[in-house]
Structure formats: structure tokens, C-alpha cells
């Protein structure tokens, strides 16, 4: 899941769902013919269809003679289920630990079959241009929700701000910071809050979905994690399939067409320069999302 987060309301994106599924015939439109024909589309699950990658990205399977049907939700909790009901074939919308959550909270076992993007966390200040210049005992505030928190935690501690207890996992929480070895304090709020509260605290991670709200420009952090760090792993956005489809050439030659120059291209521009293009492979991403869910599990 990027962390470009589209708020809308659920009923309207079920109601669009069910008006496409129903012109194209319902969820067992084409039983036991291939997915990717013209009358039998791949049917991709996102949160933004109008983002500029998924035309290019349409067309270019187009020319390798896969027709895909993209369809937009505007809210997260909604394309896994569609997925596991068969209403679609793929989803592109969430990293790693999104998929961990739903699978352990659901019983289920959708899979990665492909990476897209990484998008980093920034944190941001008022105050301080570096964070080197923010004080001991400084007060930073993070997203209070399980997803955002465990990585802003990662960030603080990329950071150099504090340090989390050898046992942390990769899921970890405040409880597993350790105090005496960091140089600031740390307070959760609710994620759009982290902007508010910059104007009382020395600093704030804050998630790329309020950044712009806030007259923030992604430029402005005076720090922000890296793609390739131990932390960022559980936050790879992904292409996400059934179990049983894993191995399926289509879907797989799908998510190498999304690594064309021109999807990437366009994906990094409508991001506006913040993405890093991810590429692992599919059983890398798996062997992530078992390491993940056993962590939630624990």
C-alpha cells in the first residue's frame, strides 16, 4: 500500500465495484477460460485507477495481448476481500504489512507476486533543519495506528534518535524502546495529527498523506527512511494474488510490463520524485510476508 491514501466513502466504491463486475458478467464471468482476453480481462483491484501509471501500464500490456480491467476503490480495507471473494484477480494498492494484517486478522493467504514502490517516511520539524540539532529529551510525535507507528519507530531509530530493545521485531511498538540508550522522547497521536502537533513538539514523522495538506513539500524533511534499510522491508508495495495463482504467467508477466520504463516513469513523477522503484523477487517478498505475519502472530 502506498502511503498516498485516497479518503472516500466505501458504499461508493462497493456500488462502483458492483457495477463493473456486473457489465462484465459478475465474478464468475469466464469461468475456465484464460484471464487476460478481451472479453475476459485481469481484473486489478488499486486505490487511484486515474493515477497516470495504470494507462500506460494498460496499454502496454495491451500490445503483449493482455487486456486488463483496472478497478478503483477508495477505501483500503475493500480490495483484499474482493480478492479472496474472486471479484478480482490482482490487487496493487498495499506493502507487506498491510497484507500480513489481513491475512492473520482473516484467516487468509493472499500472496506477493510482484514489488512496485517503496515510499519513504519522512520526519519533519518547525524548529530544527537537521536532525542533529534536535535537542535530548526532545518530544517527537508518530502515528498512533499499528502500520505507521512500527515504521516511524524504524525511522527514529535509522535517524539516530532512538534505540529500540534487541527483541523489538518487525512489528515494534513504543513499549520497545529503549529509553536509557535514546536521545528523545516519543508520542503517539492520530496520524493526521502528527502535522498539528508540529507547532508544540521538536518534530514529527509524518505520513506521505498529510504532507501535502499541510503546505509540506517532501524536500522540506530533515530526514526520511531509506528504500534499502532493514525497516523499510515490511513496507514494499506489492501486486498481491490468490494462493493458487502465485505461479500464473499472465499475472507474472503483468508485474514485469509494470516495470517498464514508462509505468515506472510515470509512477515516480505522479509521486513527485519521493518513490523508490522496488523489484524483489516474488519468493523474496513472500519469505518478508511469512516473517511479518509471524511477528503479528506472536
Given at each position: 500500500m502506498s502511503h498516498r491514501l485516497r479518503r472516500g466513502a466505501a458504499l461508493a466504491a462497493s456500488a462502483a465495484l458492483a457495477l463493473t463486475l456486473a457489465a462484465c458478467g459478475g465474478s464468475d464471468a469466464?469461468?475456465?477460460?484464460?484471464?487476460?482476453?478481451?472479453?475476459?480481462?485481469?481484473?486489478?483491484?488499486?486505490?487511484?485507477?486515474?493515477?497516470?501509471?495504470?494507462?500506460?501500464?494498460?496499454?502496454?500490456?495491451?500490445?503483449?495481448?493482455?487486456?486488463?480491467?483496472?478497478?478503483?476503490?477508495?477505501?483500503?480495507?475493500?480490495?483484499?476481500?474482493a480478492l479472496t471473494d474472486g471479484d478480482l484477480d490482482l490487487n496493487q494498492f498495499q506493502h507487506i504489512l498491510y497484507l500480513a494484517q489481513y491475512n492473520e486478522a482473516d484467516g487468509e493467504d493472499l500472496t506477493p507476486i510482484g514489488a512496485t514502490a517503496v515510499y519513504p517516511l519522512g520526519v519533519y520539524s518547525l524548529e530544527h533543519t537537521d536532525v542533529a540539532d534536535i535537542p535530548d529529551g526532545g518530544e517527537i510525535a508518530i502515528p498512533n495506528d499499528v502500520t505507521n507507528q512500527a515504521r516511524a519507530l524504524f525511522v527514529l531509530e535509522?535517524?539516530?534518535?532512538?534505540?529500540?530493545?534487541?527483541?523489538?521485531?518487525?512489528?515494534?511498538d513504543p513499549t520497545d524502546i529503549d529509553e536509557a540508550s535514546s536521545r528523545v522522547t516519543v508520542t503517539p497521536v492520530?496520524?493526521?495529527?502528527?502535522?498539528?502537533?508540529?507547532?508544540?513538539?521538536?518534530?514529527?514523522?509524518?505520513?506521505?498523506?498529510f504532507v501535502a495538506d499541510a503546505g509540506l513539500e517532501p524536500a522540506d524533511a530533515i530526514f526520511e527512511d531509506s528504500a534499502e534499510s532493514e525497516g523499510a522491508?515490511?513496507?514494499?508495495?506489492?501486486?498481491?494474488?490468490?494462493?493458487?495463482?502465485?505461479?500464473?504467467?499472465?499475472?507474472?508477466?503483468?508485474?514485469?510490463?509494470?516495470?517498464?520504463?514508462?509505468?515506472?516513469?510515470?509512477?515516480?513523477?505522479?509521486?513527485?520524485?519521493?518513490?523508490?522503484?522496488?523489484?524483489?523477487?516474488?519468493?523474496?517478498?513472500?519469505?518478508?510476508?511469512?516473517?511479518?505475519?509471524a511477528s503479528l502472530s506472536e
Open positions: 469466464g469461468d475456465g477460460e484464460a484471464r487476460g482476453t478481451e472479453e475476459n480481462p485481469v481484473r486489478i483491484g488499486v486505490v487511484g485507477a486515474s493515477d497516470p501509471q495504470w494507462e500506460i501500464f494498460s496499454d502496454l500490456a495491451e500490445e503483449e495481448g493482455i487486456f486488463v480491467e483496472i478497478i478503483d476503490f477508495t477505501e483500503y480495507p475493500l480490495p483484499n476481500p535509522e535517524a539516530g534518535l532512538i534505540a529500540l530493545n534487541d527483541d523489538a521485531g518487525v512489528v515494534p492520530d496520524a493526521n495529527q502528527t502535522v498539528v502537533a508540529l507547532d508544540s513538539v521538536d518534530a514529527s514523522v509524518v505520513n506521505n498523506d522491508r515490511p513496507y514494499i508495495n506489492i501486486f498481491v494474488s490468490r494462493a493458487e495463482d502465485a505461479q500464473n504467467e499472465t499475472y507474472l508477466k503483468l508485474v514485469e510490463i509494470f516495470h517498464d520504463e514508462a509505468v515506472t516513469d510515470a509512477l515516480l513523477e505522479n509521486s513527485g520524485g519521493t518513490a523508490s522503484i522496488a523489484d524483489q523477487p516474488a519468493e523474496e517478498l513472500q519469505e518478508i510476508l511469512a516473517e511479518v505475519q
